[in-house]
């Protein structure tokens, strides 16, 4: 299946979630388009995904930007943001629109 369009009906779940794969994808601002399209109206999208540090602890290519193109994205989409940070991780809970 493709995470930047899925076959869901619109407002079709009461939550999203993505964990550590946010950083695979090709295009991140397609994919959390395509997960508020599939979420309901006052629905939860959470995101969890390696910061800096957690990209380097798994050996992955840094890219600084990666947690602020997420948080740009979701503030299209959320009416509210909650972030917490981890040893490794960035996760959002974001009230969906």
Same mark, same amino acid.
């Given at each position: 299946m493709n995470a930047e369009k899925t076959p869901f009906e619109d407002e079709n779940f009461?939550?999203?979630f993505s964990y550590h794969?946010?950083?695979h994808m090709k295009d991140i601002h397609k994919l959390i388009? +395509?997960?508020s399209r599939?979420?309901?109206n006052r629905g939860l999208i959470?995101?969890?995904d390696l910061h800096a540090r957690g990209r380097?602890?798994?050996e992955h290519e840094p890219d600084k930007k990666f947690i602020l193109d997420i +948080?740009?994205?979701l503030m299209k989409y959320a009416k509210s943001i909650k972030k917490e940070k981890t040893k490794i991780n960035m996760m959002f809970v974001c009230d969906k629109k």
């Amino acid at each position: 299946m493709n995470a930047e369009k899925t076959p869901f009906e619109d407002e079709n779940f009461d939550a999203i979630f993505s964990y550590h794969s946010m950083h695979h994808m090709k295009d991140i601002h397609k994919l959390i388009k +395509e997960m508020s399209r599939v979420c309901k109206n006052r629905g939860l999208i959470v995101i969890s995904d390696l910061h800096a540090r957690g990209r380097r602890e798994y050996e992955h290519e840094p890219d600084k930007k990666f947690i602020l193109d997420i +948080e740009r994205q979701l503030m299209k989409y959320a009416k509210s943001i909650k972030k917490e940070k981890t040893k490794i991780n960035m996760m959002f809970v974001c009230d969906k629109k």
